[in-house]
């Protein structure tokens, strides 16, 4: 190996070692037994594993409901946002109707707004349709959002016009179209997009802790974030609940690597 692509290669094995550094220490934190981070220096590896913080956290910390209650919300959220964002980014990608690019324009406007500026507003209009403190109040901000909507367009853009009018021409109607000839085209931008809206659910803190009021409905981020206040010095204690909130989606995103990167990469490259 030549002495140029050696230095590279080790600088970017030293750059992910650090990156994943963290995690690491983080798990074997969790393992340790109660107070044993807080010596100085604080040690790398566990000396005696033990799983006694998992176990309070999952039996009586109130985490295993907290977990049940993400889990659930973020396949939900998942599921409505891709429909909702793989038919509105379609639409303006191959249907022809008044004012689309105009729409479209005010869409990828709005980016620009940070989301927190709209969370009063909506509270208040879920707060008058009897949302508020209900499952719906929390998957209703979820159901289209403008990066979706621009993630499938760009990669629907891609698909033959041609195609799809040879199907106009045999008959097929515009759901046929896209169920069978566009959709599994769009395999790879769903798969990243599925990614992204899981993720973005599961790792939400703000909306969930504004709109669920009933401790029993608290997502996960939620409740370790009240757990935190409780066990503050447990740093022990927290790892193992950084630990249950970080491997799912970690685990979710390796196994989805590959579409993931293929869908990020394909709305960019032709």
Request: hydrophobic share 55%.
């Given at each position: 190996?030549?002495?140029?692509?050696?230095?590279?290669?080790?600088?970017?094995?030293?750059?992910?070692?650090?990156?994943?550094?963290?995690?690491?220490?983080?798990?074997?934190?969790?393992?340790?037994?109660?107070?044993?981070?807080?010596?100085?220096?604080?040690?790398?590896?566990?000396?005696?594993?033990?799983?006694?913080?998992?176990?309070?956290?999952?039996?009586?910390?109130?985490?295993?409901?907290?977990?049940?209650?993400?889990?659930?919300?973020?396949?939900?959220?998942?599921?409505?946002?891709?429909?909702?964002?793989?038919?509105?980014?379609?639409?303006?990608?191959?249907?022809?109707?008044?004012?689309?690019?105009?729409?479209?324009?005010?869409?990828?406007?709005?980016?620009?707004?940070?989301?927190?500026?709209?969370?009063?507003?909506?509270?208040?209009?879920?707060?008058?349709?009897?949302?508020?403190?209900?499952?719906?109040?929390?998957?209703?901000?979820?159901?289209?959002?403008?990066?979706?909507?621009?993630?499938?367009?760009?990669?629907?853009?891609?698909?033959?016009?041609?195609?799809?009018?040879?199907?106009?021409?045999?008959?097929?109607?515009?759901?046929?179209?896209?169920?069978?000839?566009?959709?599994?085209?769009l395999k790879p931008v769903l798969v990243t997009l599925a990614v992204f809206a899981f993720l973005g659910s599961w790792n939400d803190f703000m909306w969930p802790l504004i709109v669920l009021t009933d401790g029993d409905m608290h997502t996960l981020p939620v409740a370790l974030a009240a757990l935190s206040r409780e066990h503050v010095q447990d740093s022990e204690l927290m790892m193992a609940g950084a630990v249950i909130t970080v491997l799912p989606v970690l685990a979710l995103f390796v196994a989805l690597q590959r579409?993931?990167?293929?869908?990020?990469?394909?709305?960019?490259?032709?």
């Amino acid at each position: 190996m030549k002495p140029k692509a050696l230095l590279i290669n080790g600088l970017l094995w030293a750059f992910a070692a650090l990156a994943v550094f963290p995690l690491v220490w983080m798990v074997c934190v969790s393992l340790m037994p109660l107070g044993s981070a807080s010596s100085l220096p604080p040690p790398v590896l566990p000396h005696e594993p033990t799983l006694v913080h998992y176990r309070a956290l999952l039996g009586d910390g109130g985490l295993k409901r907290a977990f049940v209650n993400s889990f659930g919300l973020a396949v939900a959220s998942t599921l409505i946002s891709v429909s909702f964002n793989t038919l509105a980014g379609y639409a303006f990608a191959k249907l022809r109707f008044r004012h689309r690019e105009r729409v479209f324009g005010l869409l990828i406007a709005a980016l620009v707004i940070p989301g927190q500026v709209a969370m009063l507003p909506l509270f208040l209009m879920l707060k008058s349709m009897g949302l508020v403190n209900t499952w719906a109040g929390v998957l209703i901000p979820s159901m289209a959002g403008i990066f979706g909507i621009f993630l499938v367009r760009q990669y629907a853009r891609g698909v033959p016009d041609e195609l799809l009018e040879a199907a106009r021409l045999d008959g097929a109607g515009e759901w046929r179209i896209f169920w069978n000839i566009v959709l599994p085209t769009l395999k790879p931008v769903l798969v990243t997009l599925a990614v992204f809206a899981f993720l973005g659910s599961w790792n939400d803190f703000m909306w969930p802790l504004i709109v669920l009021t009933d401790g029993d409905m608290h997502t996960l981020p939620v409740a370790l974030a009240a757990l935190s206040r409780e066990h503050v010095q447990d740093s022990e204690l927290m790892m193992a609940g950084a630990v249950i909130t970080v491997l799912p989606v970690l685990a979710l995103f390796v196994a989805l690597q590959r579409y993931y990167m293929q869908g990020l990469l394909m709305g960019s490259v032709k």
